[in-house]
């Protein structure tokens, strides 16, 4: 079983930057794949950056140039550095892991899911 724990949320005018962490419980962090969504009321989650365990990225459209993943496996960690931030970006980020070195944007192929942190972007 593996924990999820992300924190960094917070209020930010449009044009600033957060800095969201997920800190994983368990010894075999390295082995796997890792994912940041969002979500807002009424709508369904959806993806918005992952990493496999070897390093490869990938991004929504809405998060290319702006956001970055990346990941500490000494630390058990994964970031999401998000920047330009605009209003649209407000929603609960949610972090997820998978059992498997493969990153993925499919929401369903996750194992494990962390509580949210919220982000608020005010314009």
């Known amino acids: 079983q593996v924990q999820l724990v992300e924190s960094g949320g917070g209020l930010v005018q449009a044009g600033g930057s957060l800095r969201l962490s997920c800190v994983a419980s368990g010894r075999t962090f390295s082995s796997y794949a890792m994912g940041w969504f969002r979500q807002t009321p009424g709508k369904e989650r959806e993806f918005v950056a992952t990493i496999s365990s070897s390093g490869s990225t990938y991004y929504a459209d809405s998060a290319k140039g702006r956001f970055t993943i990346s990941r500490d496996n000494a630390k058990n960690t994964v970031y999401l550095q998000m920047n330009r931030l605009k209003p649209e970006d407000t929603a609960v980020y949610y972090c997820?892991?998978?059992?498997?070195?493969?990153?993925?944007?499919?929401?369903?192929?996750?194992?494990?899911w962390g509580q949210g942190t919220q982000v608020t972007v005010s314009s």
């Open positions: 997820a892991a998978r059992h498997n070195i493969y990153a993925t944007m499919l929401l369903h192929e996750y194992d494990y």
